[in-house]
């Protein structure tokens, strides 16, 4: 089962390495992972989507506790939470796709923040399963281009990750 | 601290840390980027530096030297092709949870990433072996960072912790202040166990028909065995320990059933099958100790597991009362529930168990064919433990000479029996003897090795004459690389690929062109005649090399074939 993992680390360098290194030593999937400082320079907050048995996932959880630079993990599954990911699609924008582009980009919410004579560029935001259904939707043809974040997640009222 | 506190380079900065630290003996090889660093030790007297013959020693001796002691061990390394050397060293204690520091140098930090000679990205290659590593890039951060390597590597589930440390860094200057403790956000290992899991722990273990004590490199670690010989005693448990747990619990004793696993004896195997309660302490359920986690799974058994590490727990195996905490602090608290308690195990089901137990004993399956033409390796064994009164320390290298010293020779204390479970890790006899040797100036060590593994550090000869280490190596000559030729010949059909050692040196010549006495044995009824000899007075203060020439086709048993589940064990009298 996918499962999003957020975490709290020191802002050091070399911190990154040691959890994807940490992943790929294990054998563990990981589907998207972001990473960026906190409102506190010296922690950094990362996003985890991986997949895997709930065995598979408390030992993620377990090795990812174990590493020094690692300050506090949260399943983010565990209770409710909101996830989002930035999507940037580049599609052309000639003939009848000019049309097409627009409304589809409308229909899920979708924003065109450049034009130029031959393509649009949507910028897309939600859940990666809504960002996957807005690029199953488009024409395939169309497509020339997706750059995804990876995806964020918060939990849902009390539940904060803080030190 | 004003403008007037004096500054001193990073280098001496270090060394004044390692003083501060205690440490005692540094192991180590001088190059270009630690050359700062060997300047400050040639101006010391705090710590015996000792030079090995190559890198990987140096990391292997310092790691002997913890098992032996307990404390954190130290190796320093150039950096490059020294930093890469002392990696096997390093992942072999990081497999095995000792606590070392091992400092490496680096290239000038403006050199760092422009392909500099000798340069090698440490932090990079060790990060999946390490506990920790750091990289020094400031001076004022030396102190700081030695003293926080020292307190990862001790604390917690012990384990390497690698310094790399730029050679600009050892030279520029600030002031030195080490600190008096560490705090970390981010690592806050745990101590006690939860008390209400370790109540149910003990109810559990007194409410037990056919209890189990399954123990490992944990007790010795952890330095819990005097209260884990109290629990189980005072309970009447069986109890066996894994091939890092010897000694946790005097092999001598009557309700130690021997070692378990793959080369384990068929009572503590068939124990572990049938029990009803397991009490697992500072053990990790791994493939060689259970084999396969589906054959060894048991409806009928409740697990307890005691582990300082919560990712050892229910990691190959699931268990149903887990406590994270050390286990001398837990250990403490169930001895002293059970002092408060006055109920006990029911005695008639204990007896039934233990008659049970006894018939498994019956089965002697640590017997094997005495000769009187070739030399059995398990012979030299059991003769090694009657001549050293089993008081010896005892290392080993890796492969079949290590199952029969973990087999035959009884340990009853912990930190004698010094070797690589984990990785696996030939080799490290040699260098091991030599860190047991200088913990221990007065003890009796040898080195249980083969031909094949004794070749792999076989340039530390020279160390020992170097330092006049009276090690005492027995050598099981049977001119194959054993536990190989085992594999092969069981799984294999016989076809010995490679496993046979030819060209093999002159061990006696080659150990007295390094000043040592080599013997060579040949026959069983010399073996004993020979041992008392390497460990008579007359020659205490020297190195014995003795090989042993045994018998070739000689095989470890019993045998867990890889894959199978303990109670599917092979004994010697079924082949």
């Known amino acids: 089962m996918k499962h999003i993992i957020s975490l709290l680390m020191e802002n050091e360098s070399g911190a990154l390495s040691r959890v994807a290194g940490l992943f790929s030593a294990r054998a563990y999937n990981i589907e998207s992972l972001t990473v960026a400082p906190t409102e506190d320079a010296t922690l950094s907050r990362m996003t985890i989507v991986t997949s895997g048995s709930e065995d598979v996932i408390e030992q993620i959880i377990k090795q990812l506790n174990k590493l020094v630079d690692v300050v506090k993990v949260l399943d983010l599954n565990d209770g409710r939470y909101i996830e989002r990911e930035l999507m940037l699609v580049k599609v052309k924008a000639t003939g009848p796709f000019r049309e097409e582009m627009k409304r589809m980009s409308d229909i899920f919410r979708g924003r065109i923040i450049d034009v130029a004579d031959g393509s649009y560029t949507i910028e897309l935001t939600g859940s990666g399963s809504k960002l996957d259904a807005f690029l199953e939707a488009l024409d395939k043809a169309a497509i020339l281009e997706t750059v995804r974040t990876g995806a964020s997640g918060i939990g849902r009222g009390d539940r904060i990750l803080k030190i | 601290m004003d ?130 590593n750091f990289l020094v890039k400031d001076v004022k951060d030396v102190a700081s960072t030695i003293k926080k390597a020292f307190y990862i590597a001790a604390s917690g589930r012990p384990g390497p912790v690698v310094v790399d440390i730029p050679k600009d860094v050892t030279a520029l200057t600030a002031v030195f202040d080490y600190p008096k403790s560490v705090e970390m956000r981010s690592y806050t290992p745990v101590i006690k166990g939860h008390s209400g899991q370790i109540k149910k722990a003990v109810k559990l273990m007194l409410e037990a028909k056919r209890p189990m004590v399954y123990t490992g490199g944990g007790v010795v670690l952890g330095d819990a ?22 000694g946790g619990y005097p092999a001598t ?141 005892i290392t080993s290298d890796v492969g079949q000479h290590q199952m029969w010293a973990a087999q035959y020779y009884k340990f009853d204390k912990p930190r004698r029996w010094i070797n690589s479970g984990g990785l696996g890790t030939m080799g490290v006899g040699l260098p091991y003897a030599m860190g047991a040797q200088l913990a221990h100036p007065e003890a009796q060590v040898a080195c249980i090795t083969g031909e094949a593994s004794i070749q792999m550090c076989i340039q530390e000869l020279s160390t020992c004459k170097q330092f006049h280490l009276p090690v005492k190596v027995v050598n099981l000559n049977n001119r194959y690389m054993g536990m190989v030729r085992q594999w092969q010949e069981f799984f294999y059909g016989n076809r010995y690929s490679e496993s046979y050692m030819d060209a093999l040196p002159d061990f006696v010549k080659l150990a007295e062109a390094y000043g040592h006495v080599g013997m060579k044995i040949e026959k069983p009824s010399d073996v004993e005649a ?45 082949l």
């Open chain 2, 225 to 246: 065995s005097e209260m884990l010989v109290k629990l189980v005693r005072e309970l009447g448990f069986p109890i066996t320990n894994t091939l890092m747990g010897l």
């Open chain 2, 3 to 132: 403008d007037r506190t004096p500054q001193i380079s990073g280098a001496e900065i270090l060394i004044r840390c390692l003083q501060e630290e205690n440490v005692k003996f540094v192991f180590g090889y001088p190059g270009g980027a630690v050359l700062n660093i060997y300047d400050e030790i040639f101006k010391q007297n705090h710590f015996k530096h000792v030079l090995v013959r190559h890198e990987q020693a140096a990391v292997h001796a310092a790691d002997a030297y913890s098992r032996a002691t307990g404390e954190v061990g130290v190796a320093l390394v150039t950096s490059g092709p020294g930093a890469t050397n002392a990696v096997t060293g390093i992942a072999t204690a990081y497999m095995d949870s000792i606590p070392m520091v091992i400092i490496s140098g680096q290239v000038p930090t403006p050199a760092i990433g422009m392909d500099a000679f000798q340069e090698v990205d440490m932090v990079g290659i060790t990060r999946p072996c390490v506990k920790h």
């Open chain 2, 253 to 393: 004793d009557k309700q130690f059933l021997g070692m378990l696993g793959m080369h384990g004896t068929y009572e503590a195997n068939m124990a572990m099958q049938e029990c009803d309660v397991l009490v697992a302490i500072g053990a990790r359920f791994d493939d060689r100790v259970i084999g396969n986690p589906q054959h060894f799974f048991n409806k009928n058994r409740t697990i307890i597991h005691i582990d300082v590490d919560p990712s050892s727990i229910s990691k190959r195996v699931k268990v149903d009362v887990p406590i994270v905490g050390h286990v001398q602090s837990v250990l403490a608290e169930i001895n002293e529930l059970l002092q408060a308690d006055t109920k006990r195990p029911e005695a008639a089901s204990l007896k039934t168990w233990w008659e049970q137990i006894e018939a498994w004993r019956s089965r002697k399956c640590l017997t094997y064919a005495k000769s009187t033409e070739v030399i059995k390796p398990q012979y030299v064994v059991e003769k090694l433990w009657e001549v050293t009164k089993g008081d010896a320390f």
């Open chain 2, 530 to 574: 020979a041992l008392k000899e390497a460990f008579s007075p007359a020659l205490k203060e020297r190195m014995v090399f003795m090989d042993f020439i045994t018998d070739q086709t000689e095989n470890v048993f019993p045998m867990v074939p890889n894959g199978k589940g303990l109670s599917e064990m092979i004994l010697a009298e079924e």
